[in-house]
C-alpha cells in the first residue's frame, strides 16, 4: 500500500488550499482514509477523515473551514481547506487505517503567511 499526497504549498491568510491523497496498492474495501497535520512542537492531530462508506469525521482543529471528499473509484480523498490561519502552518499527512493496520504517506508542507 502506497499513499501519496499532493497540493501542499504557501497560501496568503485567508486562502484556500486542497490537497489531494491518492492511495494505490490492495486492500480491503472496508477502510478509513484521513487527513492529519503536525506542527513544529506539536502532537499529530486528525484534520478530516472519510470512511469506504462516505461518512466523515472532522477533527477539531479546523471544523468548519474544510471539507473531506472521497472518490472511490479512485481511492482518492481530497481535503478542501478554506479561510487558512497561520497557525494552520503543518505537515499535512495522508492515512489509511485497514482493519489493524495503519499506513501513512510522506507528508505535504502547508505554510500560511503573507
Known amino acids: 500500500v502506497q499513499l501519496q499526497a499532493s497540493g501542499g504549498g504557501l497560501v496568503q491568510p485567508g486562502g484556500s488550499l486542497n490537497l489531494s491523497c491518492t492511495v494505490s496498492g490492495s486492500f480491503f474495501r472496508i477502510n478509513v482514509i484521513g487527513w492529519y497535520r503536525q506542527a513544529p512542537g506539536k502532537q499529530r492531530e486528525l484534520v478530516a477523515a472519510?470512511?469506504?462508506?462516505?461518512?466523515?469525521n472532522y477533527g477539531d482543529s479546523m471544523s468548519g473551514r474544510c471539507t473531506v471528499s472521497r472518490e472511490r473509484a479512485k481511492n482518492t480523498v481530497d481535503l478542501q481547506m478554506n479561510s487558512l490561519k497561520p497557525e494552520d502552518t503543518a505537515v499535512y499527512y495522508c492515512?489509511?487505517?485497514?482493519?489493524?493496520?495503519?499506513?501513512w504517506g510522506q507528508g505535504t508542507l502547508v505554510t500560511v503567511s503573507s
Open positions: 472519510v470512511t469506504s462508506g462516505g461518512s466523515t
Open positions: 492515512n489509511l487505517k485497514v482493519l489493524c493496520n495503519s499506513f
